[in-house]
């Protein structure tokens, strides 16, 4: 069997199971493994990612069709071969993207017609499909093997086209029983708030939902005393109108769209993943928040405009007493504009790391002085600052973290600016850093940087990527 569907990626290159079977030849050592019983190697099988464990059909007959018992979760991960028909094709050719999508579809129904197994841990699914009825086929697989986590990703080459989105249809979970689900993640799959609500009330282990670019869902409310959910994941569903949280359970929230959150009980919520013109508002109805605001351990804020359109100095915050990790991701209109981000360190009296995701808007040099004065970080042990160019105000907010934080041991400086779609394109991103890593601005990035370091004290570790 092929480890993909893809006729290039033949089975037998670069295999780990060809040298194996090459090495048993060389040595005529006996074959121990194979004398096990079968269920004692489908469950060593089972524990192995999908692709190796289907390559170990070549070794003997003995091992011929194990690999259709697998139990662990099959992955039908495509992602790099969107890329691939995404970059450098700009904008995707679509008979390229028609004859990968029968190629895929291909490959995933010939793999589940195979499989043997009873159960499967998980099922991920992830490519441009389109409207395809194969999907309602696999979901319907995913919940007869009374599957786990279930992850369908069809992200679409044309990206901000809503058009053409699979539907989840709600029969398909009256159909055949979801209540064995521990983990969703749904990604440009159109899905209502009713059907979210059906599975939450009707999977007693859910604890994991995470729906993104949803045009179809307006409105969600989450509520019960015997929900598991733990984590919850919204983000980019445009027509999006209303979340009502109240979720004993619930310990993290990642949220990405409108002003549209009610917290009616969040008792355990400890993480939080907001862009920051939502935050502004919680800041700003903090008697309402303030319960869970002073519990928070992570906080990570998105801005999504230029800084300064959303925080004026001086500003105020509540204190977040138990932050132990802030990550801020920022456009600055001016170099300057990075101390407005001093009054929510000063309200983390606890924080022990902060990594701070910058893009600059314009270049000039912005007034510090004004800025800079005395304050303690008594518990800031990790710096980490992702797009530094090597700016005064930059350099100065560096040392007034290294000057004030009694307790840091380290600071992380990568002159890389972060890339908006790291997250979709992460082998894409990767040859983008590298090429920056060749340019004049990175070499005189990195130069700033180590004249910084001189400025440091010794024994503070210092690294430049």
């Known amino acids: 069997m092929k480890k993909c569907y893809r006729k290039h990626n033949d089975l037998d290159a670069d295999c780990s199971c060809c040298h194996l079977k090459e090495q048993l030849k060389e040595t005529d050592a006996e074959d121990r493994i194979s004398q096990l019983p079968s269920d004692v190697l489908v469950l060593f099988l089972s524990h192995l990612p999908m692709k190796d464990a289907a390559q170990t059909s070549i070794l003997s007959r003995r091992w011929r069709y194990l690999w259709a018992f697998f139990s662990g979760t099959l992955d039908f991960d495509a992602s790099l071969i969107l890329e691939e028909l995404r970059f450098p094709l700009g904008s995707g050719d679509r008979n390229s993207l028609l004859e990968e999508r029968l190629r895929f579809v ?5 793999v589940l017609g195979l499989h043997k197994a009873l159960t499967v841990d998980g099922l991920r699914i992830i490519f441009d499909v389109g409207n395809e009825g194969d999907v309602d086929n696999w979901i319907k697989f995913a919940l007869d093997k009374k599957v786990q986590k279930l992850e369908l990703d069809f992200t679409d080459l044309r990206m901000a086209d809503y058009s053409g989105l699979y539907s989840l249809p709600s029969h398909l979970f009256h159909n055949s029983s979801p209540s064995s689900l521990t983990a969703l993640h749904l990604k440009r799959v159109n899905v209502t708030g009713g059907i979210l609500e059906y599975l939450l009330s009707h999977c007693p282990f859910l604890e994991v939902l995470s729906v993104k670019n949803s045009s179809s869902l307006l409105s969600l ?57 939502f935050f502004k508002i919680v800041v700003d109805n903090v008697f309402e928040h303030s319960s869970f605001l002073s519990r928070l351990k992570t906080l990570n804020l998105h801005f999504p405009g230029p800084l300064k359109l959303f925080m004026t100095a001086p500003q105020q915050f509540p204190e977040l007493s138990n932050l132990k990790y802030l990550e801020l991701k920022v456009a600055l209109l001016d170099f300057g504009d990075l101390f407005l981000l001093t009054p929510l360190t000063r309200a983390s009296p606890s924080l022990h790391k902060l990594t701070l995701l910058i893009c600059y808007a314009e270049m000039s040099s912005g007034d510090v002085q004004s800025l800079i004065d005395e304050h303690a970080y008594h518990c800031l042990k990790v710096v980490e600052f992702i797009g530094f160019v090597g700016s005064t105000a930059e ?41 920056f890593r060749e340019t004049r601005e990175y070499k005189l990035a990195k130069e700033r940087a180590i004249d910084l370091q001189q400025k440091l004290p010794s024994d503070l570790e210092f690294v430049v990527l």
């Open 106 to 110: 291909r490959w995933v129904n010939q």
């Open 221 to 277: 409310n989450i509520r019960g005393p015997t929900l598991k959910l733990t984590h919850l994941e919204l983000w980019c569903c445009r027509n999006f109108k209303k979340l009502e949280i109240s979720a004993v359970n619930l310990v993290s929230l990642s949220y990405r769209g409108p002003e549209v959150v009610h917290f009616k009980y969040v008792p355990q919520l400890l993480e939080l993943s907001v862009a920051g013109n």
């Open 395 to 435: 350099v100065e907010f560096l040392l007034h973290l290294s000057k004030n934080a009694v307790s840091l041991e380290k600071i992380i400086i990568d002159p890389c600016r972060p890339y908006p779609l790291a997250e979709l394109f992460k082998s894409r991103c990767q040859l983008l850093k590298s090429k």
